[in-house]
């Protein structure tokens, strides 16, 4: 089994930042790749970015070169990094952790709005 839970979630005005953060407890060396997803009121769950345990990354068009995911080993956490913030990044933002199970955090809300 393996847990996972957010934090780092928040009201900020367009073009700001914020930082998430996803801790992993448990069977931490079963999972092959980390990733955070979101969900808009109304919309279907989409996928946001992904880290494989060997540093690979990828990302959703329309977060490029605006959010950076990234992981500390060490802390047996994974970041996303969120600039440029837009109002149609308001989300519920949840952590996956894929180990052949599938694993989900609980949510943090990030709002954009002024």
């Known amino acids: 089994q393996v847990q996972l839970v957010e934090s780092g979630g928040g009201l900020v005005q367009p073009g700001g930042s914020l930082r998430l953060s996803c801790a992993a407890s448990g069977n931490i060396f079963s999972i092959i790749v980390m990733g955070w997803y979101r969900q808009a009121p109304g919309k279907e769950r989409e996928l946001v970015a992904t880290i494989s345990v060997r540093g690979s990354t990828s990302y959703v068009d329309s977060v490029k070169g605006r959010f950076t995911i990234s992981r500390d080993n060490a802390k047996n956490t994974v970041y996303l990094q969120m600039n440029s913030l837009k109002p149609e990044d308001t989300a519920v933002y949840y952590c996956?952790?894929?180990?052949?199970?599938?694993?989900w955090g609980q949510g943090t809300q990030v709002t954009v709005s002024s």
């Open positions: 996956h952790g894929y180990s052949g199970h599938v694993y």
